[in-house]
């Protein structure tokens, strides 16, 4: 075939793409259990980070399975359903089912003889989703630790919701007020009174992404009550 002719160039244009569409495929087949890996070994490091341990990726799985002792599903009304993962559930397909059908992860932790209850969050932030983990002390009241990350909020505004300075605000902070009521914790603007065992100081210049992450904590975490009230 003359290759200077319209019919070899569009034969060869037709091939390259073809092998360059297989070698993309071959690409992407290949590399999605490992990204899938990646993703599952930095939810392990995030979910003990809220309990003060400093993992790496290669590290993460073995920290998990030593500090995390059980992994738990729960119904509405607080009960267990034992024939969901705790793990692999979904939050965010959760939240469009009827609430009574829908379930909440939890994760029993021990770490230097304390017990400790995981809660995972699922929420909106200003521009995206936003989600994150907050650690119970064995009061089931008094937070020590929490990891907050998000989609696509506004660099230096709403995204550093992910920062160690903002997440460590909430250490100490409550979820029960002392009558034993829930209250959760808001991101108050402005910043949070020095003795609101109940509120943070809000980002500057972050306000609607903290309105979101303070909805997220309060329709998330008291899904939770009658677990941590019965247990």
Same mark, same amino acid.
């Not at 998990?64 to 599903?73: A, E, M, N, P």
């Not at 267990?80 to 692999?88: G, W």
């Given at each position: 075939m003359d290759r200077n002719s319209n019919a070899y160039t569009f034969i060869f244009a037709i091939v390259? @793409? @073809?092998?360059? +569409? *297989?070698?993309?495929? =071959?690409? +992407?087949?290949?590399? !999605?259990?490992?990204?899938?890996?990646?993703?599952?070994k930095e939810k392990m490091q995030n979910i003990i980070s809220t309990i003060g341990v400093d993992a790496n990726r290669d590290e993460s799985a073995?920290? =998990?399975? !030593?500090?995390?002792?059980?992994? #738990?599903?729960l119904k509405a009304d607080g009960?267990?359903? $034992?024939?969901?993962? *705790? /793990?692999?559930?979904d939050l965010k397909k959760e939240l469009h089912k009827p609430y009574a059908q829908q379930r909440f992860p939890i994760y029993l932790a021990e770490k230097d003889g304390k017990k400790y209850y995981i809660i995972p969050l699922f929420g909106s932030g200003l521009w995206d989703d936003i989600w994150g983990y907050i650690a119970l002390d064995s009061d089931k009241n008094t937070i020590v630790g929490a990891s907050f990350d998000h989609k696509g909020e506004t660099p230096?505004?709403? +995204?550093?919701?992910?920062?160690?300075? /903002?997440?460590?605000? /909430?250490?100490g902070k &409550?979820? =029960? $007020? $002392?009558?034993?009521?829930f @209250?959760?914790?808001k991101a108050v603007k402005g910043g949070a009174k020095p003795d609101d065992v109940h509120g943070v100081d809000a980002i500057s210049g972050g306000t609607l992404t903290c309105n979101g992450l303070t909805?997220?904590?309060?329709?998330? #975490? &008291?899904n939770y009550v009658p677990y941590l009230k019965k247990n």
């Open positions: 390259t @793409v @073809v092998i360059i +569409a *297989a070698g993309l495929a =071959f690409t +992407a087949t290949t590399l !999605k259990p490992l990204q899938a890996e990646n993703v599952r073995e920290l =998990f399975k !030593k500090y995390i002792k059980k992994q #738990l599903v009960t267990i359903d $034992d024939a969901v993962d *705790a /793990f692999t559930l230096g505004l709403g +995204a550093e919701i992910n920062q160690s300075w /903002f997440e460590d605000e /909430f250490k &409550k979820i =029960f $007020d $002392d009558n034993g009521d @209250v959760s914790v909805h997220m904590l309060e329709e998330r #975490l &008291k």
